[in-house]
């Protein structure tokens, strides 16, 4: 079972930051937080991942509170090629481990 | 070039027959899967495997038989397909590195398997 807990569904304004959240309160220490989306009838994609450190990269920021028990995804100026199902995933980083995947949050970006 | 590819994107086939979707990586990555996604949009893991060694199955029929000829290509065989099979098949690639970390996953566009 998956071991973090998304709102089934957002909107976002085109342009504006959209912000998903994820909690995660059973998270060990070894465990990584990645995040995936999928758009419409095409393969999920990486978007980011960290330990307990903020993180960037050109495509989003990843913001892990102290207690790592939440996380935020932050899409800075969002697309409408940014509609799609975002996936938070709790992994461990060491060791062979697969991606266990939720029900996502369904991010629906509007004009 | 497309990172991990499969073949058929497509496949539309009756009960009973028998069908393989093949999978192929150019990442250099040890590390492929199957995940199986169903109708209720639930993406589960079927297989995993490392340098051509299977290491996940994860509660699949045996009618389900991956099939990984070297590290850059993992097939699915399904025998005496049925109804339920009717799902969308992902491949992905990962790579086991040094100190024993994963890197991120690499997904195909999948295959739409329908079993009339």
């Known amino acids: 079972d998956a071991k973090t807990t998304q709102p089934p569904s957002m909107d976002c304004a085109e342009g504006r930051a959209a912000n998903l959240p994820c909690n995660h309160s059973?998270?060990?220490?070894?465990?990584?937080v990645y995040w995936y989306r999928q758009i419409h009838s095409q393969g999920p994609q990486y978007i980011i991942h960290?330990?307990?450190n903020n993180e960037t990269n050109e495509m989003a920021s990843l913001i892990i509170t102290e207690d790592r028990k939440s996380s935020t995804l932050i899409l800075p100026h969002a697309t409408l090629r940014d509609t799609a199902v975002y996936y938070c995933?709790?992994?461990?980083?060491?060791?062979?481990?697969?991606?266990?995947f939720g029900k996502g949050t369904m991010l629906l970006v509007s004009p | 070039d497309t990172a991990v590819s499969q073949t058929p994107k497509y496949l539309v086939t009756q009960m009973g027959n028998d069908k393989s979707i093949k999978c192929e990586q150019n990442?250099?990555?040890?590390?492929m899967y199957w995940y199986k996604q169903d109708s209720k949009k639930f993406l589960k893991i079927m297989f995993s495997?490392?340098?051509?060694?299977?290491?996940i199955n994860e509660t699949v029929p045996n009618r389900f038989s991956p099939k990984s000829p070297d590290k850059a290509h993992l097939n699915l065989h399904i025998n005496s397909l049925e109804l339920g099979d009717s799902a969308v098949y992902f491949c992905?690639?990962?790579?086991?590195?040094?100190?024993?970390?994963?890197?991120?996953?690499?997904f195909g566009q999948g295959t739409r398997l329908t079993v009339v």
């Open positions: 992905a690639s990962s790579s086991y590195i040094d100190q024993g970390k994963n890197t991120e996953a690499f």
């Open positions: 059973t998270i060990s220490g070894n465990e990584y």
């Open positions: 995933i709790v992994r461990t980083y060491t060791g062979y481990s697969t991606l266990t």
């Open positions: 495997y490392n340098n051509k060694e299977l290491i």
């Open positions: 990442l250099g990555h040890d590390t």
């Open positions: 960290g330990l307990k």
